[in-house]
């Protein structure tokens, strides 16, 4: 395999810089692959759906075992459009956290509806079972949790809620790709579910795309005539859509990349398995809280992220940046206090763990590349943050990859 850059040696590797996430690594695997994924595509010029779309689709409803998928350009349109499917508009209430990206509650804006914000657990980051219960009025449409970070959310309590109600849930998968929830998917968890393929995501494209899965032959037929303007073919329209579409080309790089998803799920799960150990063998342990996993989910790690507590975060954050290893806080905003949000009415301390884990959140890297070597870089990187005086020595673990 050719490479630009020679391999870092071992001793330059423990003192180079750690990105949050590198995904030129990544790309040096399945470049090839990737290149002529692209010039097969290029060669037939066909760029809009087809067979490359199709075949990705497929893929995807084999992997998360849902019988139908509908590529579009983002997992932001996948939300829109999942919405728009359940007809939800002006004057109804969707249930979602307010410790998301803004892309979960901004799309149920974009179609008129209202975003009602409920507290979370501050053991998983997602949705608290209980408040969505809680806050289910006349007017609740769906209910839409969040598989943060790559943890699904608590979904036996949500669908009781759901059930009791006569009410959809629509996952927000967007980081959940290869996540599971008593054994199955996400993708499968919920009446529809919305991934990304933002290149950050766990599977990512070369650009923006994302998809939508459900089993629900009626939902996925209109999904698929909402993505071209609702239209029925030739230029027949029987509602108002989108132009929302995943290119063939995303689909064809897609495609390579799916094949390879289980194995750096993996990687990323024996990664966040190392930090504990290389946490508890420095005493770094005492001073964070480690990313807890419900015993229901399988984690995938899209992002590692521990609390730092008593207000010492930013300066954790503050050193990290200065020792150049990436770290980065997700949310440092709640989406109940955004500006645009304003209009909704709530206040400060309204939700105080989305609160409380804005202000204590920080996200350490954990792509499958990183190897061990960098790993201790982050660790005693942190240690020194804490000022933790290191109990033992860090135990020197091999290359995971010779040079
Ligand atoms: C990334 C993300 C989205 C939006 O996906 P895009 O493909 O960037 O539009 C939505 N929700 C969550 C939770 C996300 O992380």
Redesign the pocket.
């Known amino acids: 395999m050719s490479r630009d850059i020679l391999p870092l040696s071992a001793a330059a590797l423990a003192t180079a810089p750690v990105p949050l996430i590198d995904l030129v690594e990544q790309f040096e695997e399945i470049g090839d692959e990737v290149r002529s994924a692209v010039d097969r595509v290029l060669s037939t010029q066909k760029f809009i759906l087809g067979d490359d779309v199709a075949d990705f689709e497929n893929q995807v409803a084999t992997f998360c075992d849902s019988r139908h998928a509908i590529g579009c350009a983002?997992?932001?349109?996948?939300?829109v459009l999942a919405l728009m499917a359940l007809d939800i508009g002006p004057g109804d209430e969707v249930i979602t956290t307010p410790y998301?990206?803004?892309?979960?509650a901004s799309?149920i804006h974009r179609v008129g509806a209202t975003p009602v914000f409920v507290d979370i657990d501050p053991a998983t980051f997602n949705l608290d079972p209980a408040a969505v219960d809680a806050a289910v009025t006349s007017r609740t449409r769906a209910i839409m949790p969040?598989?943060?970070f790559g943890q699904c959310a608590d979904m036996d309590p949500l669908w009781r809620t759901a059930v009791r109600n006569g009410l959809p849930i629509i996952e927000?998968a967007?980081?959940a790709i290869g996540s599971t929830y008593g054994g199955r998917q996400a993708g499968v968890l919920g009446t529809m579910c919305?991934f990304?393929?933002?290149p950050?995501?766990n599977l990512g494209g070369a650009g923006?795309?994302?998809m939508v899965t459900t089993d629900d032959p009626e939902l996925a037929a209109r999904l698929k005539r909402l993505r071209v303007h609702g239209d029925v073919g030739r230029y027949e329209h029987v509602e108002v859509g989108l132009n929302s579409r995943l290119d063939a080309l995303q689909a064809a790089i897609l495609s390579v990349k799916l094949r390879r998803l289980s194995d750096w799920t993996t990687g990323r799960q024996m990664n966040a398995a190392r930090y504990q150990k290389l946490f508890e063998a420095t005493g770094v342990s005492e001073h964070l809280v480690f990313p807890a996993t419900h015993p229901a989910c399988g984690h995938s790690y899209?992002q590692f992220v521990v609390r730092i507590e008593d207000g010492r975060r930013d300066d954790v954050l503050k050193s990290l940046q200065a020792q150049q290893i990436g770290c980065a806080v997700y949310y440092p905003k709640p989406l109940h206090l955004q500006k645009c949000f304003e209009h909704l009415g709530c206040k400060p301390g309204q939700f105080p763990e989305a609160e409380r884990a804005s202000a204590e959140s920080l996200a350490l890297p954990i792509y499958a590349e990183l190897g061990a070597i960098r790993q201790e870089r982050v660790v005693r990187g942190l240690a020194h943050a804490l000022d933790v005086e290191q109990a033992a020595p860090i135990i020197s673990l091999p290359a995971r990859k010779a040079a």
């Open positions: 983002s997992g932001t349109d996948a939300l998301t990206f803004f892309a979960t799309c969040v598989h943060l927000d967007a980081q919305c990304s393929f933002f950050t995501k923006d795309g994302g899209n």
